[in-house]
Structures are given as C-alpha cells and as structure tokens.
C-alpha cells in the first residue's frame, strides 16, 4: 500500500473517531486522539488511554509519560518520527481511570484497522491494558504485564508475521525505578529485534 493510500485511510479512521459514540467517552473528551507518526513504521506502540495533556493537544504521550517515552526512544537510536504511537482507547476516561471493558470492545476495532493499515514488523505493547488486548488477539494468555514482559513473541497478523514485545506503561516507571530499568532492559530488546533483522 503506498503511504499516501495509507495517510488517507488512517485520516479516514480518525474522522471517524472524532465522531463516534459507541461509547460514552466522547461526552467528557476534549479531542480525540486517533495516534499519530510514521505510515510506513517497523514499530507500533500500543499505549492505554489518552491523560489530561494528551486529551488537551490531541496526541499520544505528550505529557510526563511521553517524556519518559521519548527518552527510551531516543536511548535506542529512535525518533518519533520513525514509529507510530497510538492506544487501545482513543478518548480520555475521566480523571484517567482504567478501561473498561465495554469501551475497550467499543474502540478497538479502530486500532485493529490502524494496525492493518500500518502493518509494522513490530508492536510494543505499554501497560497491563495493551498487552492484555494485543497478546490475547494473537493466542497468548495474559496474566499479569510482570509475568509476560521482557520477552519477544511471534504472532501472525494480517497474514504476516509480526514481533511482539510488551512492557510495562511509561507512566508506571516514572517514579519507580525498578520499573523504570525493566522498561530500558526492554527497549534494548526491541533494539535487538531491529538490529538482529536488519529492518530499519
Ligand atoms: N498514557 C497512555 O497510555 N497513552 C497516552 O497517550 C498518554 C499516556
């Protein structure tokens, strides 16, 4: 697919996602946050709902979380603009409660089309949320982000094989430091991945 059919559909989807109301999310939202980055990206990375800053300006991981993402990105040798970023719910909950599952079944059919559309070799998965919904699409069952991270699994998605490799939600690492070392431990696999396959 050439990356301008691909910059037309995900514009699609995400017209489409600022006027939905398959769940009641839209009420509460300032804008919607539909992702955003490279069409053409070896990696994705799947976080779990817009905060406050990102339901300010409209995009993914733009406040403290985003800070620390950019610092693992850059810590491998990424750029934003070599990744796409979006999540499993594409509108705030209130005061950042959890997802629930009724607007993660709402929502994700929108993430689903994104990631056929984008087709990466690879999916980072941010947090319980994303790896639970990401993991179990793919046949691995998930009890607890601790118990699958630090790994790299194999799924076949849209006919292709594709990496995936979940961790823990920058958020969670912000003030943890353990967390916060599992986290680079896991982008430096990523980093592997990459390398290792020659992709980018
Ligand atoms: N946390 C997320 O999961 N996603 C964002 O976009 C920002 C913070």
Known sequence: MSVKTREEDLKKISKEIANCRRCSL????????????????????????PGY???????????????LLDEMLTG???????????????????R????RPEEVK???????RQLEILSPEIIV???RHSAMYILSRAGFSVTG?????????HARFWGKNVRLIPTFHPAAALYNVKLKDYLVRDFKL????IEQRRLI
């Open 96 to 99: 950042n409660r959890d997802p």
């Open 145 to 153: 982000i601790t118990a699958v991270r630090g790994k790299v699994y």
């Open 125 to 127: 998965t941010l947090g």
């Open 106 to 112: 709402a929502c994700t059919p929108f993430l689903d």
């Open 190 to 193: 990523l980093k592997a991945e």
């Open 76 to 94: 491998i040798g990424l750029r934003r603009d070599d990744v796409y970023i979006t999540n499993i719910l594409k509108c705030r909950p209130p």
């Open 53 to 67: 800053w990102e339901d300010v300006k409209g995009r993914p991981f733009v406040g403290a979380a985003g800070r």
């Open 26 to 49: 839209w009420k509460e939202r300032k804008n919607p946050v539909p992702g955003e980055g490279n069409v053409n990206p070896v990696v994705v990375f799947v976080g779990e709902a």
